[in-house]
């Protein structure tokens, strides 16, 4: 079981966005029971609520539905992650705030497995939520190769089995 958690601002549109995106990527490969998909804030502002309304939208408009209430991260949802995917150096810097600096090598920014360092473009602000699907979409695609490589043994002995 690979453990990924998907974290921004307010958890009701970059990570719901990756959650849900990532989980059809990885249900069409046919890798849904190898995986456990998740996503959190690190920020309390939203907790409770669903997925932003033209987040949502921009879902839909690809095929993309699922239940969603916003939560926050905790310390222990970055120990029992393989994976702790950010959406801007900002969420970077909160998360090992949160864990006093440790487990850096396992908080990746998504935008870092399509070989470029910038953060995904922040719909909240911009109000461009096609834009940020793009981004998100294209940093999904990359993680899976990323991952499907990194984990390849452990991928391939769930599939036997
Ligand atoms: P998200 O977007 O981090 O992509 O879910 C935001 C949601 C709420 C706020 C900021 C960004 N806020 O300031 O409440």
Not at 13 to 40: H, N
Not at 52 to 78: M, N
Not at 141 to 159: H, S, T
Request: aromatic share 12%.
């Amino acid at each position: 079981m690979i453990k990924v958690i998907f974290v921004c601002l307010g958890n009701i549109c970059r990570s719901p966005m990756a959650e849900f995106i990532f989980k059809k990527m990885v249900e069409e490969r046919g890798l849904k029971l190898s995986f456990d998909i998740d996503s959190a804030a690190t920020s309390c502002y939203e907790v409770g609520n669903p997925v932003y309304p033209p987040a949502k939208a921009v879902l839909e408009k690809h095929g993309i539905s699922g239940f969603h209430r916003a939560r926050q991260i905790t310390k222990r949802d970055v120990i029992n992650s393989d994976y702790v995917v950010v959406m801007d150096s900002s969420n970077l810097l909160d998360v090992l705030r949160l864990t006093g600096g440790a487990f850096g090598e396992r908080i990746f920014k998504l935008l870092s497995f399509t070989g470029e360092e910038r953060d995904v473009a922040d719909p909240w602000y911009s109000g461009n939520f096609d834009r940020a699907y793009e981004d998100i979409y294209e940093g999904c695609r990359c993680f899976l190769e990323y991952i499907l490589k990194e984990k390849k043994d452990a991928i391939d002995y769930d599939l036997r089995h």
